[in-house]
């Protein structure tokens, strides 16, 4: 399912060019808000666009993309709404199913009206627009249902994108090879991933005192905040719009990335994504 040419080099991005893409990209995320808003979907920015907001008023001048979290019960309800009552055919929300493959672990909206394409999605039949990534947050329960939680996000990340982490270990990587390798076919693979979906998510956020992220990767899946930090959202001025991030967004941001404040080494202000080609002024369909 992956882009495996090494010899294909990502494209690169100069300072005026993020500044376009960010632009655009605030599009989508005015009509997000708005639809949001009218359907009592809750939504928080997580990851650099929380930093931005506090940080820079906007985005984050090297940051690509746009990340957000939602309470599992309205991450489910996105995609059925948003097919029924989205008004603006412009913008697609898409989730792995029986009818599409994103190779992505998560609900993404995406502008259709450029074309942006990810080298890990070459190979991928989707829209490649300019997409917005959209997080589940799920309750996070103690002992060994915590530990089995953990097992069943690795799991449905593994079959869903049947793709082997090559950046978590060598260990994981390995096992990741042998389950591939045992359990093939897409139909298979489908009833796994589903499987371990509804086991990862079945611990409802009113019954625990932690909150998790089991679509980002083992790094942040391991983190367990504090329930009351998502309880609500407050409005912080992004690219003059007002926009919501968590009312505990400095617990969450300390847990998350440290020091949040504080500007990275120059050699980590980069574009994260690596990108095949990027057309911001021609429709992806």
């Known amino acids: 399912m992956e882009n495996t040419d090494k010899s294909v080099q990502p494209v690169k991005l100069d300072s005026a060019t993020i500044r376009r893409l960010q632009l655009k990209e605030l599009d989508t995320l005015k009509y997000f808000k708005e639809f949001c808003d009218e359907h009592k979907l809750m939504f928080y920015f ?7 907001a506090l940080r ?8 690509d993309d746009i990340d957000v979290f939602m309470p599992r019960s309205d991450y489910e309800r996105l995609p059925k709404l948003w097919k029924k009552y989205s008004k603006n055919p412009r913008f697609l929300c898409l989730k792995t199913d029986d009818e ?21 999605q070459v190979d991928i039949d989707v829209p490649h627009g300019l997409v917005m990534d959209v997080f589940p947050l799920d309750g996070c329960p103690k002992g060994f249902k915590r530990k089995a939680q953990k097992l069943w996000a690795m799991i449905y990340a593994l079959f869903l994108a049947q793709v082997v982490p090559e950046k978590h270990g060598g260990i994981i990587a390995f096992g990741s090879r042998v ?3 045992i359990f093939r076919g897409d139909k298979l693979r489908r009833k796994i991933w589903r499987l371990a979906e509804r086991k990862m998510s079945k611990y409802k956020i009113k019954d625990c005192e932690s909150i998790t992220e089991l679509c980002a990767g083992p790094k942040y899946m391991s983190l367990e905040y504090p329930k009351q930090i998502f309880e609500s959202a407050v409005l912080k001025e992004f690219e003059g719009e007002m926009m919501p991030i968590p009312v505990g967004y400095d617990t969450y941001l300390k847990m998350a990335f440290g020091d949040y404040m504080k500007l990275p080494p120059e050699s980590e202000q980069v574009p994260h994504h690596d990108l095949y080609m990027l057309d911001l002024d021609t429709p992806c369909c």
């Open 46 to 52: 997580c990851g650099g666009c929380c930093i931005g």
């Open 179 to 181: 389950l591939l390798g």
């Open 56 to 63: 820079n008023g906007g985005f984050i001048p090297w940051d």
């Open 100 to 120: 599409v493959f994103t190779g992505n672990i998560f609900t993404t909206i995406v502008d259709t009206n450029s074309t942006c394409v990810k080298l890990n």
